[in-house]
Structure formats: C-alpha cells, structure tokens
C-alpha cells in the first residue's frame, strides 16, 4: 500500500510568498526524505529528517516531522521561479540486503508564479 | 550532473521490438534500482541490485528483465511491451551496505527514459 501522500497535490504561489506542502505515512519510519522533480527530469534529494528529529533547516527549506500524527510538512520560503517542480516524500521501506527500499509519494506539484 | 546516467533519454518502441535501457553511475555505490514513473501514479520500484546481486523484484512482468553486470552498470531489457508501458524510466543509485546509516538512504537518480510504446 502506498506509504507516502502529499497534501495539496497542486499548488499554485507567487514568486516570494512561501510553499507548504505536507505528506502523511502509515507505519513506522528511521528517516523520512523529501525530494524534488523538475518536469520530465529525475528526482533530486533535498533534505533527510531522522524519526528522532522534529524540525530541520536547510537554506530557504524547513522541514518538520511529527511521529505522533505520522506526517511531515516541507516549507519553502521566499519561493523563486526556479522553485516550481514536484516534490516527493519518501519513507524508509525496509533494507534489503544492505538496500534501502523508499516508498514514495504521489507528489505535490508546485507552480511558482513570477 | 547527479552522477548517474541514463541513455536513452527518449524511445519510442513498437510492441514487438526488442530495446534496452542503459544507466551507469559513476558516484561508486553498490545499490542499484530501477523505478517505473506513470502519469498520476506514485513511482513504482520494480528492481534493486546491490554488489551486482539481484535482491528485490517488485513483482514485475517477464517482458522487463534486468541485468547488473557490475555495480556500476544496470540495464533493463525490454521485450513485447504493452501501451501501458509507457511511462519514464528512472534508474537510482545509493550507497548500499557500505557508508553511514544515513547515506545508504540517499538515492541518486538519473534523468531518466521516456519510453512510448505503440
């Protein structure tokens, strides 16, 4: 069954205003990965949460996580146009044989308006 | 430039052709996936490697078949697809049992093939 869902599943901003998406999970995770995805392109990591940890920064990118609810969100602040693209979140599956398994989500497709 | 590459980065297929996809990664890992991407679906694992070993298929059909012959390497196989096949192909990359706990979770993709089968 799917792992991952994100919330909204577009959304639509002017550049300089801020983006929140969030993305809820079934069981149990170690980490939880967002990644990002221009159009047509592969995915790229952004930033990895532990299931320990409650908030993460990085640059204009804020992620928190609450184990509690099984959900995480993903703030972007002062978007740019560069921003638009679809982003994932990502759980951890199982390890196989030393593999990580990722569960991803369906994405949230993000349009940042100039 | 993620250090993985995939080529071709487009393909258009009939349903009795036989074509393969390449990737190569050059960031030195041992794990190995490849995904399956539709429109409006979540991404699909359909195959992971790890040190040049087979370790999962996602219950994908006998018309894809893999092949890993080294780490750095993956290709798929494709024979007598269907319309549905059509989707991109993304191949992932990840540092397997050797790193920290936190880097063997970090996949690195490429950009990926689109393929059309007709």
């Known amino acids: 069954s799917q792992q991952g869902e994100e919330d909204p599943q577009a959304l639509s901003i002017q550049e300089g205003e801020n983006a929140t998406m969030n993305c809820s999970y079934k069981?149990?995770?170690?980490?939880l990965q967002w990644y990002r995805q221009n159009s047509g392109r592969g995915l790229v990591h952004l930033i990895l949460?532990?299931?320990?940890?409650r908030e993460k920064h990085s640059g204009r990118l804020r992620v928190t996580l609450d184990t509690s609810k099984k959900s995480s969100s993903l703030l972007i602040t002062a978007s740019r146009a560069a921003d638009t693209a679809s982003y994932f979140c990502a759980t951890d599956a199982s390890l196989i044989q030393g593999a990580q398994k990722l569960v991803f989500g369906q994405g949230t497709r993000l349009t940042i308006n100039p | 430039e993620t250090g993985v590459t995939q080529t071709p980065r487009h393909l258009v297929m009939g349903m009795t052709n036989k074509k393969s996809l390449k990737c190569e990664q050059h960031l030195g890992h041992n794990a190995m996936y490849w995904y399956k991407q539709s429109a409006k679906k979540p991404l699909e694992l359909m195959f992971v490697?790890?040190?040049?070993?087979?370790?999962e298929n996602n219950s994908v059909p006998s018309r894809f078949s893999p092949e890993c012959p080294n780490s750095s390497h993956l290709f798929l196989h494709l024979h007598t697809l269907q319309p549905e096949d059509s989707a991109l192909y993304l191949c992932?990359?990840?540092?397997?049992?050797?790193?920290?706990?936190?880097?063997?979770?970090?996949?690195?993709f490429g950009a990926g093939t689109r393929l059309s089968v007709l």
């Open positions: 992932a990359s990840s540092q397997g049992s050797v790193g920290d706990l936190l880097a063997k979770n970090i996949q690195y």
């Open positions: 490697y790890n040190f040049k070993e087979q370790t």
């Open positions: 069981t149990s995770i170690n980490n």
């Open positions: 949460i532990r299931s320990n940890e």
